[in-house]
Nanobody, 124 residues
Framework: QVRLIESGGGFVRGGDSLRLSCVAS????????LAWFRQAPGQEREFVAT???????????DFALGRFIISRENDRNMMYTIWLQMNSLNAEDTATYYC??????????????WGQGTQVTVSS
């Protein structure tokens, strides 16, 4: 059974940092890009960052450049972990953050597997 489980969300103050984690299991994800998306209340889900299966390529949304860093670890036991280091957080970063596995792309439609999300709330 494929599972993507996020953790690390919480309530922080503006300017603080937070690191999200996601563990993907249940199949091999070596050839899958792993990504982060987010969705704020009343808004559509938006792309945050993605990293290729071989870890050689990354892509970020404009708002994430210079503040967020995506990384991943591929474990031979079919456990894959991705992280999203978020720095200089502001109230606009408040959202539910989702990890996803699929093609290396900014479009959510290109991702086949999704986690349940972890809430990040940033006070202004």
């Amino acid at each position: 059974q494929v599972r993507l489980i996020e953790s690390g969300g919480g309530f922080v103050r503006g300017g603080d940092s937070l690191r999200l984690s996601c563990v993907a299991s249940g199949r091999t994800f070596s050839n899958y890009a792993l990504a982060w998306f987010r969705q704020a209340p009343g808004q559509e889900r938006e792309f945050v960052a993605t990293i290729s299966g071989d870890k050689n390529s990354t892509m970020y949304a404009d708002f994430a450049l210079g503040r967020f860093i995506i990384s991943r670890e591929n474990d031979r036991n079919m456990m894959y972990t991705i992280w999203l280091q978020m720095n200089s957080l502001n109230a606009e970063d408040t959202a539910t953050y989702y990890c996803a596995a699929g093609n290396f792309d900014e479009s959510a439609n290109r991702y086949k597997y999704w986690g349940q999300g972890t809430q990040v709330t940033v006070s202004s």
